[in-house]
């Protein structure tokens, strides 16, 4: 079955050439100018993947990005000429899977949209093989078939990168991991962004999860202690 992935950006040269490169390698491709007709046809059928510009007319990538959010863990890519910090931070805040400058290779694109395929394909076969994985600490329950995260009782919701995040580190309880290693493990040896993608999947998930017992290693990285494992 062929992945789907659906291309906003109000560009029509860069709207072509991602989609031409896409197709070529057999993904079926849906595109649109801006947020709200994407939004309004893909109600019915949604894709595998988004690609998202940033700077749209009307609703903007980020808002579109924060609604899909809302209804789905797909993986989203920004493309953004915006290459502050700042910018890629916001992003990956509001639960974007990776984000690429202006201007870019559309190969380069095509690499980072097959990597993350990969991951999510990797990841449901693993569900799939390991039906009984469960992982208990405390009033953290993490059930890797299906993928769902529950704590105190009540299920939390969280992306793909939330999720592999608290997989590692329930995993290997009280061990720290640097800064380097998780983003490695958790966006592959040839992301190149800054290792602040950690600390701001940290953030995100101290908030989700209020009394999460993962603790900051100042200096180097994160671990997840079972000594702060009784609930309040």
Same mark, same amino acid.
């Given at each position: 079955?062929?992945?789907?992935?659906?291309?906003?950006?109000?560009?029509?040269?860069?709207?072509?050439?991602?989609?031409?490169?896409?197709?070529?390698?057999?993904?079926?491709?849906?595109?649109?100018?801006?947020?709200?007709?994407?939004?309004?046809?893909?109600?019915?059928?949604?894709?595998?993947?988004?690609?998202?510009?940033?700077?749209?007319?009307?609703?903007?990538?980020?808002?579109?990005?924060?609604?899909?959010?809302?209804?789905?863990?797909?993986?989203?890519?920004?493309?953004?000429?915006?290459?502050?910090?700042?910018?890629?931070?916001?992003?990956?805040?509001?639960?974007?899977?990776?984000?690429?400058?202006?201007?870019?290779?559309?190969?380069?694109?095509?690499?980072?949209?097959?990597?993350?395929?990969?991951?999510?394909?990797?990841?449901?076969?693993?569900?799939?093989?390991?039906?009984?994985?469960?992982?208990?600490?405390? &009033? =953290?329950?993490?059930?890797?078939? +299906?993928?769902?995260? /529950?704590?105190?009782?009540?299920? *939390?919701?969280?992306?793909? !990168?939330?999720?592999?995040?608290?997989?590692?580190?329930?995993?290997?309880?009280?061990?720290?991991?640097?800064?380097? &290693? =998780?983003?490695?493990?958790?966006? +592959?040896?040839?992301? /190149?962004?800054?290792?602040?993608? *950690?600390?701001?999947?940290? !953030?995100?998930?101290?908030?989700?999860?209020?009394?999460?017992?993962?603790?900051?290693?100042?200096?180097?990285?994160?671990? =997840?202690?079972?000594?702060?494992?009784?609930?309040?």
């Amino acid at each position: 079955m062929k992945h789907s992935i659906f291309i906003v950006e109000d560009d029509p040269n860069i709207r072509d050439i991602v989609s031409t490169y896409l197709k070529k390698e057999g993904y079926h491709v849906s595109m649109a100018d801006n947020a709200e007709d994407a939004w309004e046809l893909t109600k019915e059928h949604a894709p595998n993947m988004w690609i998202l510009d940033i700077m749209l007319p009307g609703m903007d990538g980020y808002e579109l990005c924060k609604k899909i959010r809302q209804q789905s863990e797909v993986p989203i890519i920004i493309i953004s000429a915006k290459d502050e910090e700042v910018d890629k931070i916001l992003g990956l805040e509001l639960g974007s899977d990776d984000y690429l400058t202006k201007p870019f290779s559309p190969r380069e694109l095509v690499a980072r949209v097959k990597r993350l395929f990969k991951r999510v394909d990797t990841s449901n076969t693993s569900n799939e093989q390991q039906d009984s994985d469960y992982y208990e600490l405390g &009033e =953290l329950k993490l059930y890797v078939d +299906g993928r769902r995260v /529950f704590w105190k009782g009540d299920e *939390v919701e969280v992306t793909t !990168k939330e999720f592999d995040m608290l997989h590692i580190l329930i995993r290997n309880q009280n061990r720290a991991f640097a800064r380097e &290693e =998780l983003l490695a493990l958790i966006w +592959g040896e040839d992301y /190149f962004g800054s290792d602040r993608a *950690v600390d701001d999947l940290i !953030k995100r998930l101290r908030k989700k999860i209020d009394g999460l017992p993962v603790e900051t290693v100042w200096g180097y990285g994160y671990r =997840l202690s079972s000594i702060n494992e009784e609930s309040e």
